[in-house]
Nanobody
């Protein structure tokens, strides 16, 4: 089992920055990748970014490319999502999720953290 706890959300103005953290515990040795997802009110959850736990090229959804950066600190078992130049349309609950070795999807999810961007 892997437990994930997000933090770092808040209320900011358009153009501001936030850094979300995703602290992993439990069977962290089984983590293959960590993904960030978000869900805005009335919308389906969407993929934001992902990073391979052992390193490699991260991937981003088109709408956040150039503004968001995903990273991880293996020593701290923590993944980060640095969000710059935030826009009101980035407002959502942000979730991190872990993909473990051999699994095709993300079976482990955090509780989510609210990000609200005012115009």
């Amino acid at each position: 089992q892997v437990q994930l706890v997000e933090s770092g959300g808040g209320l900011v103005q358009a153009g501001d920055s936030l850094r979300l953290s995703c602290a992993a515990s439990g069977r962290t040795d089984s983590i293959y990748a960590v993904g960030w997802f978000r869900q805005a009110p009335g919308k389906e959850r969407e993929f934001v970014a992902t990073i391979i736990w052992s390193g490699g090229t991260p991937y981003y959804t088109e709408s956040v490319k150039g503004r968001f950066t995903v990273s991880r600190d293996n020593a701290k078992n923590t993944a980060y999502l640095q969000m710059n130049s935030l826009k009101p349309e980035d407002t959502a609950v942000y979730y991190c999720a872990a993909k473990v070795n051999g699994a095709p999807n993300y079976p482990y999810w955090g509780q989510g953290t609210q990000v609200t961007v005012s115009s």
